[in-house]
């Protein structure tokens, strides 16, 4: 069985996750995880809360924002990725 999963998986193009607000206000994104969600929902929680409750990113998700895709400042982790996508 393990040998035949198929389907999607929410990789993001610099294999790094969006933890970010938005220009929609109240709109905030965690997202973009791949493979490695779940291992990652204590930290990615807690930032997650803190960029909410501050409507602000904490400093060690700055880089994690959707706005990377335009400004050109990726966070490639493709060569660290414990899996190929
Ligand atoms: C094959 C595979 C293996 C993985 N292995 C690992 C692993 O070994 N270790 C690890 O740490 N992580 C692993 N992951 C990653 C982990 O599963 C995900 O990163 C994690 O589940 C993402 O959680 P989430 O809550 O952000 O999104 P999801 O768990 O995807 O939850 C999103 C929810 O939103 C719902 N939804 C979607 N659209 C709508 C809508 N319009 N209205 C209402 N509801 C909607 C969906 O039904 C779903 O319940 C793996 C993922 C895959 C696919």
Known sequence: MLRQWGGIVDICPDASPIISKTHIKGLYFNCGW??????????SGDLFAHTIANDEPHKLNADFNI???VSGDLVDEHGAAAVAH
């Open 67 to 69: 706005n990377r895709f």
């Open 34 to 43: 791949g493979t490695g969600g779940f291992k990652a929902t204590p930290g």
